[in-house]
C-alpha cells in the first residue's frame, strides 16, 4: 500500500513570498491533515478535512495560510506571504475517517524562508 | 484544551538495555495514545498506539502502558537496537468525535552501540 505522498520535499523562499505544497493520502483515507513542525517541536495541527470539507482549522492563520482538498483526495497548503518564522516542515497526514484515529504522515516539506 | 508533557527531553541507552519514555496528559476524556518514531528527514511513523480502555499493549519489542487515574502513559522499548535511535513523540486525542492528535515534545533516544 502506498504512502502519503508530498511534494516537494524541500523548498527555499524570500519572506513575502508565496509558496505552495501538495499532498496525496493513502488510498481510501476519508480524513486529511495538515501539520507544522517547527524544528525541535511536535507537530502541531494546521487543518483537518474530513472529505472535502473542513473539520478544524481553528490553528491556521488565515490571513496567510489557506488550504484546499476539492475533490475529497489531495490537498494543497499555500502560504501568501510567508514569513521567516513559517521556516518549518509541513506534514501531511491521513486516516481512515470517522472514529479511526490512526494517522500516517508523509515525508513532509522542509520550507525555509529568508 | 489538551497539554501533553513528554521525559526526557533527550535518552542515552547501552545497546541491549532497555528504554522508557514517559509523557502526561491533562485531559481526563483523553481517550487515544499513539507513539511516533521520526527518523532524520522523514515523517512520524505511528509505532503503537493504545486505547483507553486497555492498561498496556505489547508488539515485540516495544509496549506502552497506560495510567489513566494518574493521567499519564509511557514507551517501554526492550533489546535496545541501533536502528532505535530516532525521536519519539507521544499523542493524545482529547474525545471521540475530535481526532486532533496534542503532540508531546519529543524525545531524542541514541543507542550506544
Same mark, same amino acid.
Given at each position: 500500500?502506498?504512502?502519503?505522498?508530498?511534494?516537494?520535499?524541500?523548498?527555499?523562499?524570500?519572506?513575502?513570498?508565496?509558496?505552495?505544497?501538495?499532498?496525496?493520502?493513502?488510498?481510501?483515507?476519508?480524513?486529511?491533515?495538515?501539520?507544522?513542525?517547527?524544528?525541535?517541536?511536535?507537530?502541531?495541527?494546521?487543518?483537518?478535512?474530513?472529505?472535502?470539507?473542513?473539520?478544524?482549522?481553528?490553528?491556521?492563520?488565515?490571513?496567510?495560510?489557506?488550504?484546499?482538498?476539492?475533490?475529497?483526495?489531495?490537498?494543497?497548503?499555500?502560504?501568501?506571504?510567508?514569513?521567516?518564522?513559517?521556516?518549518?516542515?509541513?506534514?501531511?497526514?491521513?486516516?481512515?475517517?470517522?472514529?479511526?484515529?490512526?494517522?500516517?504522515?508523509?515525508?513532509?516539506?522542509?520550507?525555509?524562508?529568508? | 484544551?489538551?497539554?501533553?508533557?513528554?521525559?526526557?527531553?533527550?535518552?542515552?541507552?547501552?545497546?541491549?538495555?532497555?528504554? %522508557?519514555?514517559?509523557?502526561?496528559?491533562?485531559?481526563?476524556?483523553?481517550?487515544?495514545?499513539?507513539?511516533?518514531?521520526?527518523?532524520?528527514?522523514?515523517?512520524?511513523?505511528?509505532?503503537?498506539?493504545?486505547?483507553?480502555? %486497555?492498561?498496556?499493549?505489547?508488539?515485540?519489542?516495544?509496549?506502552?502502558?497506560?495510567?489513566?487515574?494518574?493521567?499519564?502513559?509511557?514507551?517501554?522499548?526492550?533489546?535496545?537496537?541501533?536502528?532505535?535511535?530516532? %525521536?519519539?513523540?507521544?499523542?493524545?486525542?482529547?474525545?471521540?468525535?475530535?481526532?486532533?492528535?496534542?503532540?508531546?515534545?519529543?524525545?531524542?533516544?541514541?543507542?550506544?552501540?
Amino acid at each position: 500500500e502506498a504512502g502519503v505522498a508530498q511534494s516537494p520535499r524541500y523548498k527555499i523562499i524570500e519572506k513575502r513570498q508565496s509558496v505552495a505544497f501538495w499532498c496525496n493520502p493513502i488510498s481510501g483515507h476519508a480524513t486529511l491533515y495538515w501539520y507544522q513542525q517547527i524544528l525541535g517541536q511536535g507537530p502541531k495541527l494546521l487543518i483537518q478535512f474530513q472529505n472535502n470539507g473542513v473539520v478544524d482549522d481553528s490553528q491556521l492563520p488565515k490571513d496567510r495560510f489557506s488550504a484546499e482538498r476539492l475533490k475529497g483526495v489531495d490537498s494543497t497548503l499555500k502560504i501568501q506571504p510567508a514569513k521567516l518564522e513559517d521556516s518549518a516542515v509541513y506534514l501531511c497526514a491521513s486516516s481512515l475517517g470517522v472514529a479511526s484515529y490512526e494517522q500516517y504522515f508523509g515525508p513532509g516539506t522542509r520550507l525555509t524562508v529568508t | 484544551g489538551e497539554n501533553v508533557e513528554q521525559h526526557p527531553s533527550t535518552l542515552s541507552v547501552q545497546e541491549g538495555d532497555s528504554a %522508557v519514555i514517559k509523557c502526561t496528559y491533562s485531559d481526563s476524556a483523553s481517550n487515544y495514545f499513539p507513539w511516533y518514531k521520526q527518523e532524520l528527514g522523514k515523517g512520524p511513523q505511528l509505532i503503537i498506539d493504545i486505547r483507553s480502555n %486497555v492498561g498496556e499493549k505489547k508488539d515485540q519489542r516495544i509496549a506502552v502502558t497506560l495510567n489513566k487515574t494518574a493521567k499519564h502513559f509511557s514507551l517501554h522499548i526492550t533489546e535496545t537496537q541501533p536502528e532505535d535511535s530516532a %525521536v519519539y513523540f507521544c499523542a493524545a486525542i482529547p474525545n471521540f468525535g475530535n481526532e486532533k492528535l496534542t503532540f508531546g515534545t519529543g524525545t531524542r533516544l541514541t543507542i550506544i552501540p
